[in-house]
C-alpha cells in the first residue's frame, strides 16, 4: 500500500506564494518520476511540474519562470514553490508519483488565488 500526502494550500492574494508539499509512505521500492497535476473547475486535469530522480525538470509553459518543483529522495518527498501566483493558478493540485511502473495519485489540495 501506498499513501501520499500533500500539505500547503490555500487562499493566497495574486502575487502571492505557497509551497506544497508531498509525502510518500508505504511498500515503496524505488520511486521514479514525481510530478504535480492540477485540475480547475470544469477543466481537465493538466500536469504542472515533473521531476525524474536524477532532478531533470519539465514544466507546463504556463508555470515556467514561476513555479520550482523539488525532490528530497531520502524523505520520498515532493514539493512545489509557487510563486508569481494569479488568479488562472486555482486549482486542485494533485501529487503523482511512479513506482515501479505503476502512477499513485494524492488525494489533491486546493489552491486558490483571490484578492
Known amino acids: 500500500q501506498v499513501q501520499l500526502v500533500e500539505s500547503g494550500g490555500g487562499l493566497v492574494q495574486p502575487g502571492g506564494s505557497l509551497r506544497l508539499s508531498c509525502a510518500t509512505s508505504?511498500?515503496?521500492?524505488?520511486?521514479?518520476?514525481m510530478g504535480w497535476y492540477r485540475q480547475a473547475p470544469r477543466k481537465q486535469r493538466e500536469l504542472v511540474a515533473l521531476?525524474?530522480?536524477?532532478?531533470?525538470?519539465n514544466y507546463a509553459d504556463s508555470v515556467k519562470g514561476r513555479f520550482i518543483i523539488t525532490r528530497e529522495n531520502a524523505k520520498n518527498t515532493v514539493f512545489l514553490q509557487m510563486n508569481s501566483l494569479k488568479p488562472e493558478d486555482t486549482a486542485v493540485y494533485y501529487c503523482?508519483?511512479?513506482?515501479?511502473?505503476?502512477?499513485?495519485w494524492g488525494q489533491g489540495t486546493q489552491v486558490t488565488v483571490s484578492s
Open positions: 508505504g511498500s515503496i521500492s524505488s520511486i521514479s518520476t
Open positions: 503523482n508519483v511512479r513506482i515501479s511502473g505503476l502512477s499513485y
Open positions: 521531476i525524474s530522480t536524477g532532478g531533470s525538470t
